[in-house]
């Protein structure tokens, strides 16, 4: 920075030129602010696909397990009569999630360092910001200070995030049923049809699912007591279904309920997603 001689006062040439050189520093301050949010918001774009990218394979993989499920009755009754096919087509399901969890797995750790990075400028931004352009000592190395923020987050902590992450989770929570559960869910799945989200009398969310032991359709806990509330017996509710019950064959199927839970927080994700998107237009 310009200074007088010990003793002198300023010229106007002088304190013209330090003011000048003020602004032009101040103006490549602003500039470099700019830039900086810039960066940030597109490190944050990159995540917000990521993530998107990590939910896609999360739901592609669970759908790949219940077509497995789907086909489990034809594949143990192929299994009895000796075929070497069924293992093969369960070894192809499970090569399929085996690769897509690979994958996911990578996905969630670049998530995990695009927030690494997205805080180490935020606090690059934050100094810049505060940067008192009259003191030449407040001038700040951008790259240094990068490096520093970056280098305080090491590769166990990553993977530590990664293992906490929301995106790690959702997989454990959609696709890693406990082992008492599994035989059960694998059981339901073969003869299952698909779950409603709404019970079709009551037109309301699918709360406490029963099945018809029957006909195997669904109806939540209201629907069935609307169902019987007058008489012993009813004809199956869904449309071309003919089964004829009582309200004795239907029963909580916990299964169900589990996978209208699920997606139902999928739904919510979705909405949660498509509303953030459309804030930043």
């Given at each position: 920075m310009l200074s007088c001689e010990e003793g002198g006062d300023w010229g106007v040439e002088e304190e013209d030129a330090a003011a000048d050189l003020k602004d032009e520093l101040e103006c490549q301050r602003q500039v470099l602010v700019k830039d900086l949010r810039r960066v940030v918001q597109?490190?944050?774009?990159v995540k917000k696909w990521l993530v998107k990218s990590g939910q896609d394979l999360v739901m592609n993989a669970k759908m790949i397990n219940f077509t497995k499920g789907s086909f489990q009755v034809e594949i143990q009754n192929a299994a009895e009569m000796g075929s070497e096919i069924p293992a093969k087509v369960e070894g192809t399901f499970d090569k399929s999630v085996e690769t897509m969890h690979t994958h996911f797995l990578n996905i969630c750790r670049k998530v995990v360092k695009q927030e690494v990075r997205i805080q180490a400028l935020g606090t690059v931004l934050?100094?810049?910001?505060?940067?008192?352009m009259e003191m030449e000592d407040d001038l700040v190395d951008i790259s240094a200070l990068y490096e520093e923020e970056m280098q305080k987050v090491t590769e166990a902590?990553?993977?530590?995030?990664?293992e906490n992450s929301e995106l790690v989770l959702l997989?454990?929570?959609?696709?890693?049923?406990?082992?008492?559960?599994?035989?059960?869910?694998i059981q339901e799945v073969?003869?299952?049809?698909?779950?409603?989200l709404k019970c079709?009398?009551?037109?309301?969310?699918?709360?406490n699912p029963y099945k018809?032991?029957?006909?195997?359709?669904?109806?939540s806990k209201m629907g069935v007591d609307?169902?019987?509330?007058?008489?012993?017996?009813?004809?199956?509710?869904?449309?071309?279904?003919?089964?004829?019950?009582?309200?004795?064959?239907?029963?909580p199927d916990k299964w169900a309920a589990r996978e209208v839970e699920r997606s139902q927080r999928m739904a919510s994700l979705q909405t949660q997603r498509q509303m953030e998107e459309g804030e930043e237009l």
């Open positions: 597109e490190l944050k774009d934050a100094k810049v910001q505060e940067v008192n902590q990553v993977t530590k995030q990664v997989w454990k929570e959609e696709l890693q049923v406990n082992e008492e559960d599994d035989d059960e869910d073969g003869a299952q049809s698909r779950v409603p079709p009398i009551t037109q309301l969310d699918l709360e018809c032991s029957k006909c195997g359709h669904y109806l609307h169902l019987f509330k007058k008489k012993n017996s009813a004809k199956c509710p869904i449309g071309g279904c003919m089964q004829v019950s009582s309200k004795s064959n239907w029963v």
